[in-house]
């Protein structure tokens, strides 16, 4: 990737100023706004393990620096670092004004180059200007276009105050706050989010507010694209296409397209387009003028190939997102989140009339997952408070029968066709209540909610079949386009289009049978359509067979109550769609049983079910997990992360309020926690449990290590990695303590001092039988690492030992290697990466290793041994007594004269099977030493790395002699070592000729030299067992050695 130009701000003292945790946040939200390659290309791990400079450096050097500039803002903004991100946007602003006093020079001659350009675009020629009669005129227009959309949203007081909402909104977008910076900030801004949370709504207001009388732009004008009629308009030329939605008469148009910098041209429900990125972005030639298709021309103007002076403010929903950044260039995003949680209680109290109904509605959607996610469109509330309106059924409590998004917006359809109290019964709308499922299945599988009069007659649909659901509001005649429809809100028509499945499709209709089912579920099919997957969702929920009933007496249907077997024998039980194969199937998996709300499904579900892995990003995700896995009682591996936010800790609140909104979240999400943490007294096979990157709070560990401590479990291998509150690691380790089934333990990521010393009675206690530790960052001091060494003297199970990133003073070092030369210490393997030894360690760990009879593996990794201390090394490693078969000095500043001493312990039949080398800077004069004792037949040496160590194409004829002659190694990794034609046809001529023993070849192979495929195929046929693989294959395996050390 092209490095970054320089950032308008300096970015690594705004980070430094983060706390740990919050620099984690940092970084959670930063790679979900990296649609593209953005963040990509550099391994996650290295942005994880990265502090705020190191961070600082990696955004600087290798990522664009206008997507750094903007996710680094939008990120604070949402940190609720508010005074981070003015300092950055201060920093921007000071240097984009210099930037403008630089070119001011230059302004003249751009302005002529501009006005060249628009010409040929829009040729000027006398036209009357457009009036101020006509723009106050289009500005009425206008007004009547947002209130008629805020009203048919059903937005809170729609006919008062338009400004209730989009003002939150406003301030994010450049056009319409005047305190936002305009230079560094691309001219496209994207408002994305959800359908009905009032995204068109929002850019129709910043259409008028764009044309407000007053502002600093000379006859500012705004244009409105509508994506629902370009994708159904044939070809035309670009005025065409504007002249809809033009101000003035017709003719006024190229006038305005003249001055396009005064131009807001609004392209809304991207979505709707469906055209590929490819096909947007295809060239339109020398002629502008010329006839094309209007996703052609939107192609144009999004790339800025078209009127590129323009304000652009697209709308689109987020599966669209990805496919809309492949297209436009640097475009700000605003995410529209739709009615936040005090503006949903508000709402709901006016439309109930009281605050004790609100308070009910509220709890309501608080405890119901789907229900809080989807609450944020007001058409959403508006249904759920029609629904709690209702009188309750054979005593059953209207809230409880609205518990998911299916039963609400069921109950809700088919109240708006129940009799009013004490009036006779209606006919029921049978026919139509098919028609209508069939017209939204149709939509959904077409990717559309616009119907026009031409997709009615199509399906055979009457405007008379359409008339019942249009007087109850649940379809609504559309303003865009005489004759068409479309559904109150999406999820309505996502029910619709799933209740087709259980109706039946009728005559002449698509095959709703079980293979429809299979189809609509299918991976494949969801990866092209994503309205799919919220069908399936709808399609569980109808797998009730109460509700399946509810259906077909309110429309008096037939019904089918088979759809659960369908379900199964499509999802869970089939081997290709693996439900719990991956943290992403998982996760939509326990969506769709959540929804069912059947428990006996759930439990026939998950009883095979062996391994989970949870990704928690949201209470709802929580709500999920927990009404399913309750019923795992197969489990053996278990993996949680849970994300900021799920839970918050109300011991560490600042302020009243703050503690009651942590009080209220217990309330909600901690009974739902208790049921996922059950699975430790329902699964007595689980024998691994990982919990990693996860954010609790004192209250849900107080529960988990409750359970952990009670329940009868065979927990094996346990794996703390990075776990906020930091005391949770000490909770965790007094639980574990005396655990007899405990063999592997890791810790990683604990930034408390108190920890250690419970860990050092866990290894004290006579039930002990921890045989692998991971202890990684952990802060102590020297005395209670004095305390750990004594620990393992007395420990008689510990085998393994990783202390990977922990700062060791010489003195902790020391004692250390103390422990090691201790005769009752067991330890085979042990890690020391990244602990800031120097050359004087290395005389410490010589000596250990001089009687030290176990240990087989040391990894001293990122560590500045320098020569010096692999001269001291070698000194004990040559002494008959010692056993060391694997050596890891991975980046440990070692040169030709470290090579040297290696090369001599070789020779004398040592005990050395692998050795690991990469990193370090040996280059043609360290190759000739170990070449030298690949070639004596007591070099017992298997396994040699060499991953970027400077070896060039000179260096290739001493290596390919040693390989000729050298009969016990089996694997050379030789990645990130540029080789070139040449040095790889030396090694390929050895390897065809001779009977070398290797068997594994990693090489950094330049995959456009057909000569060198060629020449790897060869070897490959002359040598079938011999594996040649190139460093791309795996880019973050570029340490094989490190797996020796993972337990």
Known sequence: MVPAAQLGFNLQPLLEQLSQDELNEFKSLLRPLSLQDELQHIPPTEVEEADGKQLAEILTNRCPSHWVEMVTIQVFDKMNRTDLSEKAKDELRGKHLHKCREKMSQTQKKRRKIRKERSQLCPSYPLPPITEGKQDEYRSILEEEVWQSRKKNFWPEASENIHMVTQRYETLVPSCNAKMLAGPFAQTVVLHGAAGVGKTTLAKKCMLDWTQAGQARARPAALYLSCKALSRRGPCTLAELLADSAPGPRGALPRLLARARTLLLVIDAFEELHVPAAALARDLGGDWGARRPAPVLLGGLLKRKLLPAATLLVTTRPEALGELRLVVEQPLLVEVEGLSEPER????????????????????????????????????????????????????????????????????????????????????????????????????????????????????????????????????????????????????????????????????????????????????????????????????????????????????????????????????????????????????????????????????????????????????????????????????????????????????????????????????????????????????????????????????????????????????????????????????????????????????????????????????????????LRLVSCSASAQQWAHLSFSLEINQSLTCLNLTTNELTDESARLLCKTLRHPKCFLQRLSLENCHLTEACCKELSSALIVNQSLTHLCLAKNALGNGGVKLLCEGLSYPDCQLQTLVLWYCSISSNGCHYLSTLLQQNSSLTHLDLGLNHIGITGLKFLCEALKKPMCNLKCLWLWGCAITPFSCEILASALGNNRSLISLDLGQNSLGYSGVKMLCNTLKLQNSSLRTLRLRIDESDPRIQKLLKEVQESDPQLTIESDKQDPNNNRPSSHDFIF
């Open 345 to 772: 209680r508000e709402y709901l109290r006016r439309q109930l009339g009281g605050e004790a109904q609100a308070q009910r509605a509220w709890q309501l959607m608080r405890s119901n997952a789907a229900l809080l996610r989807l609450g944020s469109a007001p058409a959403v509330c508006w249904m759920l408070g029609a629904c709690l309106r209702l009188p309750a059924d054979e005593g059953n409590d209207p809230g409880r029968t609205c518990r998911t998004a299916t039963s609400l917006l069921l109950r809700f359809l088919c109240s708006r066709f129940a009799p009013a109290p004490g009036s006779c019964p209606r006919p029921r709308p049978r026919a139509p209540l098919r028609a209508l499922c069939l017209l939204a299945a149709e939509g959904v599988w077409a990717q559309t909610s616009l119907f026009e009069p031409r997709d009615l007659r199509r399906l055979g649909v009457r405007e008379a079949d359409l008339r019942p659901f249009v007087d109850r509001s649940l379809l609504q005649e559309s303003g865009e386009c005489a004759g068409c429809y479309r559904f109150l809100h999406l999820s309505l028509q996502h029910l619709l289009a799933a209740a087709l499945y259980v109706l039946g499709g009728g005559e002449g209709g698509p095959g709703w049978s079980a293979r429809g089912v299979r189809r609509l579920l299918c991976k494949e099919e969801g990866r092209r359509n994503p309205h799919l997957a919220h069908v399936g969702r709808f399609l569980f929920g109808l797998a009730n067979e109460d509700r399946v009933r509810e259906l077909g007496a309110a429309f008096g249907c037939p019904v089918s109550t088979e759809l659960k077997r369908e379900l199964l024998a499509c999802t869970v039980r089939s081997p290709e769609n693996g439900p719990f194969s991956s943290v992403t199937d998982t996760r939509e998996t326990l969506c769709r049983l959540y929804e069912s709300q059947d428990e006996p499904l759930v439990k026939e579900a998950v009883a095979q079910v062996t391994e989970v892995s949870l990704h928690l990003k949201d209470p709802t995700d929580l709500a999920h997990a927990s009404f399913c896995l309750k019923h795992c009682e197969r489990l053996q591996k278990l993996c949680l992360r849970v994300e900021k936010g799920v839970f918050l800790d109300d011991d560490t609140a600042s302020g009243s309020e703050a503690r009651a909104a942590g009080s209220q979240n217990d309330e909600y999400v901690l009974p739902f926690w208790m049921d996922l943490c059950s699975v430790f007294d329902s699964n007595k096979d689980l024998v691994f449990l990982d919990i990693s990157q996860t954010f609790l709070s004192t209250s849900s560990v107080k529960i988990l290590c409750e359970k952990l401590s009670s329940a009868t479990h065979n927990l094996q291998k346990v794996a703390l990695k990075n776990i906020s509150p930091a005391d949770a690691y000490r909770d965790f380790c007094i639980v574990f303590g005396g655990h007899e089934t405990l063999t592997h333990l890791t810790l990683q990521g604990n930034d408390q001092d108190d920890m250690l010393p419970i860990l050092c009675e866990i290894l004290r206690h006579p039930k002990c039988n921890l045989q692998c």
